[in-house]
């Protein structure tokens, strides 16, 4: 479905423009309060073959962005999901064609950002890297089950990380494994707490190789 003419997001590219055609294209949305210029300190660990968008998030807030304002930690307002989602995909509109497939990687509050997509056009990803978040609940999504057959998808997190709300944790855990319908591969990394290590970086570089973006 086309989407209405928006401003693009201001994007950190991991290769030149002339270097793009053909490579998978990986999508990946920082967390709150961050922006594309520090997340974009994983790229060396991700496949060298990928081209890598590291994207800002649209709401300025504590001296970084956010994808949506929220009703609570992990609890998307619905509307400004909905805006920060129209805003991705008008923009993805104009580069997927020249990449050979699109995947998503999302921490935290990118996690919820990334389910947001995920969730409203499964059909344009070929896989999805879900990190210390939740999926956004109650944002007026569809979550029927089976809503994300065919799409691989990589579930990283300390379990004993205490910033996101336990009950989002479980209800994402339980549709992903029973309903989602997706090729899940799930992780946990003792002692990560919030953050994204080294250990969790080798599985994510394994798993987009596999899945060829």
Do not use: K
């Not at 003419?5 to 998978?24: F, L």
């Not at 989602?85 to 497939?101: E, I, K, P």
Request: glycine share 14%; proline share 7%.
């Amino acid at each position: 479905m086309p989407h209405a003419e928006q401003t693009p997001p201001v994007v950190h590219w991991s290769r030149e423009e002339a270097g793009r055609d053909g490579t998978p294209l990986l999508v990946a949305l920082h967390g709150r309060g961050a922006d594309e210029r520090s997340f974009s300190e994983i790229a060396p660990y991700l496949p060298e073959e990928t081209t890598i968008a590291f994207v800002r998030a649209p709401i300025a807030e504590g001296g970084g962005y956010a994808w949506f304002e929220n009703r609570g930690i992990g609890r998307p307002v619905a509307a400004s999901l909905a805006a920060s989602s129209g805003q991705l995909f008008c923009w993805l509109d104009a580069v997927a064609a020249r990449h050979s497939s699109v995947s998503l990687l999302g921490f935290s509050g990118g996690m919820a950002m990334a389910g947001g997509l995920l969730l409203a056009q499964p059909e344009r990803f070929a896989s999805a890297v879900l990190l210390s978040g939740t999926l956004p609940w109650d944002a007026g999504l569809p979550e029927e089950p089976g809503r994300l057959t065919g799409v691989r998808v990589l579930w990283g997190r300390d379990a004993a990380d205490t910033v996101i709300p336990a009950d989002l944790v479980t209800r994402t855990g339980a549709w992903l494994r029973e309903q989602s319908g997706a090729e899940l591969a799930e992780r946990t990394y003792p002692a990560l707490g919030h953050a994204i290590g080294a250990g969790e970086l080798d599985d994510i570089r394994v798993f987009l190789t596999g899945a060829g973006g």
